[in-house]
């Protein structure tokens, strides 16, 4: 039976990059719905928390009226 010796966590990107793909996935949600999420505003929870921007809630203030997070948030995790 083999041993764990260490395990890496990598919770700043220095072994794999996920923002941008983080980026791009929030991108493809928003043009669904014509809208457009600017670098600006989504690098301020890159690599942080969404305590300064949360995506979702940015989201949600400028889709039109009906729109299901929950669908949003099943879209973002596939």
């Known amino acids: 039976m083999k041993q764990i010796i260490g395990l890496v966590f990598d919770f700043d990107g220095l072994i794999l990059d996920t923002e941008i793909a983080e980026y ?7 043009s669904v719905h014509h809208l457009d999420l600017p ?37 973002r995790e596939n």
């Not at 690098?43 to 889709?63: M, Q």
Request: aromatic content about 20%.
């Open 39 to 75: 670098f600006q505003e989504w690098s301020l929870c890159s690599g942080t928390s969404y305590k300064d921007f949360d995506v979702y809630s940015y989201f949600e203030k400028r889709a039109s009226k009906g729109i299901n997070l929950d669908l949003v948030y099943q879209r």
């Open 24 to 30: 791009q996935s929030g991108k493809e949600i928003f």
